[in-house]
C-alpha cells in the first residue's frame, strides 16, 4: 500500500535522522521524566482505514457475480488524549482514548461485464487503545520502542439504506514501532502503528433496505475486517 510506504518513510527519516545526529553523549533533557508513575499528554495524526473482504463468487438470479474491494485510500484525521503507566524501566501501560475521522471507498465489480457500483463508507471511530509499550535503552534525548495491544471500538457514522452495512462495535490487535524524543519542555513521540481487526462486521440481515435490489451485494460476501494504519504525533 502506497499510503503505508509513506509513513514508514518519514518515521525512519525521523529517525535515522536524529540517530546520526546523537552519535555522542549529550546533556539530557528531561531526564527524569519517564520514571514518574504517571505521564499525560495529547496525540494528533493522520490514518488510511481499510476494508478487508471476503467475496464468495454468489451468483443472482439473473446470472451476475460481485466481487468488493476497496478502490483508492484516503487519509482520515486522529485526535486523542495519553494517558501512561510507568510498570519499570522498559515497560508503561498506555491508555489512548481517540476519535478517528474518515472514510472507506468501495467498489463492487461485476466479474463478467465490469460492471461497477460504488460506495463510499464515512466513520467517525470512538476508540480506546490499550497498549503495552517496550522501550530501549535512553541515548542522548532519543528512545526507540515497538508497542502492542488492543483496541475496542464504535463507529458512530454507520449509515443504512446502502449497499453495504458493518456493525458499529469493532474490536482489534494493533502493534506498531515509535521514538521518544526528549525536547527542552516536552517529549515529542512519531509512532507508526498497524491495526487489524478480528470481529467480522458485515451486516447480514439487512431489514433496513428498502431497495432489495441492493441485498446482492452483501450476499456475495462472507466476512469483512477493519484494518488501519495510523501515523501518531504525541506530545507528552
Known amino acids: 500500500m502506497e499510503e503505508l510506504k509513506k ?24 531526564p527524569y521524566i519517564d520514571q514518574r508513575r ?3 499528554g495529547f496525540t494528533i495524526g493522520i ?3 481499510d476494508l478487508k473482504f471476503r467475496n464468495n463468487g454468489y451468483i443472482t438470479e439473473d446470472g451476475q457475480s460481485w466481487f468488493a474491494d ?22 508503561a501501560l ?10 472507506k471507498k468501495i467498489i463492487f465489480r461485476e466479474k463478467e461485464t465490469g460492471e461497477e457500483y460504488k460506495q463510499t463508507m464515512k466513520s467517525c471511530y470512538i476508540s480506546l487503545p490499550l497498549d503495552l509499550k ?10 526507540p520502542y515497538i508497542v502492542a495491544g488492543i483496541c475496542p471500538s464504535i463507529d ?44 467480522d462486521l458485515l451486516e447480514k440481515k439487512r431489514n433496513d433496505l428498502t431497495d432489495m435490489s441492493l441485498m446482492k ?20
Request: aromatic residues 18%.
Open 94 to 103: 498506555r491508555l489512548i482514548p481517540s476519535l478517528e475521522f474518515g472514510d
Open 134 to 143: 517496550f522501550s530501549a535503552e535512553r541515548f542522548n534525548n532519543y528512545r
Open 70 to 91: 476497496i478502490g483508492e485510500y484516503s487519509p482520515g484525521f486522529t485526535v486523542g488524549v495519553l494517558g501512561e503507566l510507568y510498570l519499570n524501566q522498559y515497560l
Open 47 to 49: 490514518h488510511t482505514q
Open 217 to 236: 451485494f452483501t450476499q456475495s460476501i462472507d466476512r469483512v475486517n477493519s484494518r488501519m494504519i495510523v501515523l501518531s504525533f504525541y506530545f507528552e
Open 7 to 30: 509513513y514508514f518513510t518519514i518515521l525512519l527519516l525521523l529517525t535515522l535522522s536524529f540517530t546520526v545526529y546523537s552519535q555522542t553523549r549529550k546533556i539530557q533533557n528531561r
Open 156 to 199: 458512530l457514522g454507520k449509515k443504512k439504506q446502502k449497499a453495504l452495512l458493518t456493525k458499529s462495535m469493532d474490536f482489534a490487535v494493533e502493534i506498531g514501532l515509535g521514538c521518544d524524543f526528549y525536547l527542552p519542555f516536552f517529549k515529542l513521540i512519531p509512532e507508526l502503528k498497524f491495526r487489524f481487526g478480528l470481529a
Open 38 to 40: 504517571l505521564h499525560y
